[in-house]
């Protein structure tokens, strides 16, 4: 999505009911309202009140983020604030994540927010970055700086990716999400830095696979050095976020795909508190 706030609130509306593959029969219905007032919000003969527009947002599940661009495209102030992690407000957030990353040893689980970058994990997922030899030496390699970016690690040639044994077959879904993404985002600087997560990805190829070869979940392969591992994720969002900070949160969860990995993880038990 472009930037909501320099555009009509029509047009902004519009992009994203067709990003949802949405009719406008189909948004009014969501919206409960006429599908006559959807189409003159989307001409411009109608003006949305404050309310409409976050029931439109609501309808199309915008993100918040999102949600106060399309507000002041409609002329009217955001709705949603933006906390930072350690303000007392967020305490119970703070002690949510602690709780489920904690609960989640010796597996390994990430929090990461709308960039990818990681804010919190567990020990486990700290044992996993280090046998990836993930270290200051590889974020700067990577052009990471001091950050821990998930997204970059993974489709950066020297970065995690060089060992990702099913590269060819785990790569096209992680870069059509990092598409989606970049598609759904109203900001400018993100899109920019999702469409050089791609390029770096290089040539992916795009075919959906035989449905006779499908299985229950994409395994992620590792090969670290000769200890190889099989790992799926399980992604966890709030589910009635009001803050856009708690909005973008998520958690990733990895489960072991086989016995191997499973026992690897059961016997590396924790070697210190969350990153």
Known sequence: ???????????VCRQWRQYRKLSQLDLALAANVSQRHVS?????????????????????????????????????????????????AMAPVLDALNLVLDHHEPL?????DRGWNVRK??????????????????????GAGDGLNLALLTVHPEGVRR?????????????????S??????????????????ELAGPVADNEPAVSNLTPVLPLE???????????????????PQDITTDELRIEAFYPN??????????????????
């Not at 390994?108 to 990461?112: E, F, K, L, Q, T």
């Not at 590792?222 to 799926?232: P, V």
């Open 40 to 88: 003159w919000l989307e001409t411009g003969k109608s003006q949305p009140s404050r309310e409409m527009v976050i029931r439109l947002s609501e309808a199309m599940e915008i993100p918040l983020r999102e949600r106060n661009r399309l507000l002041k495209s409609a002329g009217y102030a955001s709705v949603y604030g933006e906390s930072a992690l350690d303000e007392p």
């Open 121 to 142: 994990s567990n020990s486990a997922a700290g044992q996993l970055f280090a046998s990836a030899g993930v270290s200051a030496e590889m974020l700067q390699r990577v």
């Open 222 to 240: 590792l090969d670290l050095n000769g200890l190889k591992l099989s790992l799926f994720s399980v992604i966890s969002t709030f589910g009635t």
């Open 1 to 11: 999505m472009r930037a909501a706030g320099q555009e009509q609130f029509q047009n």
């Open 181 to 198: 993404e970049a598609v759904a985002t109203g900001d400018p600087e993100l899109k920019a830095r999702f469409a050089e997560y791609i």
């Open 163 to 179: 060992f990702i044994s099913n590269w060819d077959e785990a790569a096209p879904a992680f870069v059509r999400r990092l598409k």
């Open 108 to 112: 390994p689980a990430i929090v990461v």
């Open 258 to 275: 086989d016995a191997t990995t499973k026992a690897f993880f059961a016997n590396a038990g924790s070697d210190g508190g969350r990153a």
